[in-house]
Structures are given as structure tokens and as C-alpha cells.
């Protein structure tokens, strides 16, 4: 009786191991192999074990996010009435620091 897992069989997945295998190779040439190896481990955890997933994992950290820019007022009454205290800037007079009783 024949096995269902014949010789064919085994060269075919053995074929497609080395064809993710090399996937993850040039990957970690690209990338570098602490990247990679983060990567595998995070795919790992998701149980995804496709030379495609670690890819876009990588591709996705590589990103740069998206920054929210500075708010633009457009009518004088879109601005906030803030009022502000006058600053002291007396505390950083040179002159006056010899006299506190810190230097004492």
C-alpha cells in the first residue's frame, strides 16, 4: 500500500520551506536580522507563519506615521480669549541672587 505523502509530496513542501526560507533571507538583507527576527517572533505569536506576513509587518514599521499638523485659524473669533499673568523674571537678576538665603 502506498503512503498518501509520497516522494512528490515531500519534494513539493520541501520546495515551498525553501522558497519562504529564502523570502525571510532577503528580507533580513533589506531589513537587517534584529528587525526580522522581532518580526518572526511578533508573527509567531499570531501564529502566521507566511514569508508574506512577516513582510508586512516589516513594511508597516518602516512607515513613518502620519504627524497631525498645526491647527489653522481662519476668523479672529475662532481664536481662544487667553489672558496671561505679566511674567516675574526678577527671580533670574544675578544682583538679587547674592542676597537670598539659599547662598547663606
Known sequence: MRSARGPK?????FRIVASILAKIMALSEVYGPDKVARAIEDAFEFTAFSSDYIANI?????RLPIQPG???LTRRSDLLDV???????SVYD???????????
Open 58 to 62: 516589516l513594511e508597516q514599521r518602516e
Open 70 to 72: 498645526p491647527l489653522h
Open 9 to 13: 509530496s515531500i519534494i513539493a513542501n
Open 94 to 104: 544675578p544682583a538679587d541672587t547674592a542676597s537670598t538665603p539659599d547662598n547663606a
Open 83 to 89: 489672558e496671561l499673568a505679566p511674567v516675574d523674571i
